[in-house]
T-cell receptor
Framework: DGGITQSPKYLFRKEGQNVTLSCEQNLNHDAMYWYRQDPGQGLRLIYYSQIVNDFQKGDIAEGYSVSREKKESFPLTVTSAQKNPTAFYLC??????????????FGPGTRLLVL | GQQVMQIPQYQHVQEGEDFTTYCNSSTTLSNIQWYKQRPGGHPVFLIQLVKSGEVKKQKRLTFQFGEAKKNSSLHITATQTTDVGTYFCAGLTNAGKSTFGDGTTLTVKP
């Protein structure tokens, strides 16, 4: 059963703590993305990676960090520097980003709530 | 920077009525994609438009890409309750930057 998975579905964090959101795909996609979605708003790009061991900042990277050690995995860490982390986090993957806009396949998302 | 604006933000219709959402870019787009996000779910790809003036249909859904490749629309004929959700456009500029619009949330009253 191929797809993209995110865990956990819900995550609670105390202020000042770092948390890591998991994203795994078995679609053999080269590119992976992290988006943040706030209520009633669209998707804002946090980070993206076109290939293993390489990633670029998106529009709202401050307070977040990522790694891409394996093709299948693109974990996102929400650091204590992110002042307003409560949101719905979506991970996506696509075949490539070689100048074209490939179809992105989204995971089910993780809802992060800061207590 | 590039902006992709979507209107309206919300649309409430009676089942059977038509629905249209519009996507406008401040810059010329290489292509545009449309996604649907059901309540509580994640975005799912619907279609991609590439050519100037392109029109594509999927059953009751009609997608258009403007002649200038700066705007697009999604039209749903005779809405059904299964159409509820938020519809997003995502535009790719000639510089290779992809940006999502803020979406239009559709509710359908049975």
């Amino acid at each position: 059963d191929g797809g993209i998975t995110q865990s956990p579905k819900y995550l609670f964090r105390k202020e000042g703590q770092n948390v890591t959101l998991s994203c795994e795909q078995n679609l053999n996609h080269d590119a992976m993305y992290w988006y943040r979605q706030d209520p009633g708003q669209g998707l804002r790009l946090i980070y993206y990676s076109q290939i293993v061991n390489d990633f670029q900042k998106g529009d709202i990277a401050e307070g977040y960090s990522v790694s891409r050690e394996k093709k299948e995995s693109f974990p996102l860490t929400v650091t204590s520097a992110q002042k307003n982390p409560t949101a719905f986090y979506l991970c996506a993957s696509s075949i490539a980003t070689s100048g074209g806009q490939e179809t992105q396949y989204f995971g089910p998302g993780t809802r992060l709530l800061v207590l | 920077g590039q902006q992709v604006m979507q209107i309206p933000q919300y649309q409430h219709v009676q089942e059977g009525e038509d629905f249209t959402t519009y996507c406008n870019s401040s810059t010329t787009l290489s292509n545009i994609q449309w996604y649907k996000q059901r309540p509580g779910g994640h975005p799912v790809f619907l279609i991609q438009l590439v050519k100037s003036g392109e029109v594509k249909k999927q059953k009751r859904l009609t997608f258009q890409f403007g002649e200038a490749k700066k705007n697009s629309s999604l039209h749903i004929t005779a809405t059904q309750t299964t159409d509820v959700g938020t519809y997003f456009c995502a535009g790719l500029t000639n510089a290779g930057k992809s940006t999502f619009g803020d979406g239009t949330t559709l509710t359908v009253k049975p």
